[in-house]
Nanobody, 124 residues
Framework: QVQLVESGGGLVQVGASLRLSCAAS????????MAWFRQAPGQEREYVAA????????HYADSVKGRFTISRNNAKNTVSLQMNSLKPEDTAVYFC?????????????????WGQGTQVTVSS
């Protein structure tokens, strides 16, 4: 049974930091590209960041570049998202997702497995 379980969300002030984690099980984690997406209220889900299978390659949406860092630990089957300098527009439910290697990485339909999401709220 495939599972992706996100954690680490919460309510923070503008400028604060949060670290999200996603624990994966039930599939060959180290062979999947992993990514984070987010969905704000009333908006479509949008791509945030992705990391290649070995972790050497990362890619970010322009809106988070320079503030967010994606990383993975293949020994522990986890992927993380370090979020710094948070803004109110970062408020959303954040989802981790797994992709067997389809391109483009920012395309939601290329991801096979999804977590349930964790809420991040940035208050001004």
């Amino acid at each position: 049974q495939v599972q992706l379980v996100e954690s680490g969300g919460g309510l923070v002030q503008v400028g604060a930091s949060l670290r999200l984690s996603c624990a994966a099980s039930g599939f060959s984690f180290s062979t999947y590209v992993m990514a984070w997406f987010r969905q704000a209220p009333g908006q479509e889900r949008e791509y945030v960041a992705a990391i290649t299978v070995g972790g050497a390659g990362t890619h970010y949406a322009d809106s988070v570049k320079g503030r967010f860092t994606i990383s993975r630990n293949n020994a522990k089957n986890t992927v993380s998202l370090q979020m710094n300098s948070l803004k109110p527009e970062d408020t959303a439910v954040y989802f981790c997702a797994a992709n067997p290697g389809r391109r483009p990485l920012a395309q939601e339909r290329n991801y096979d497995y999804w977590g349930q999401g964790t809420q991040v709220t940035v208050s001004s």
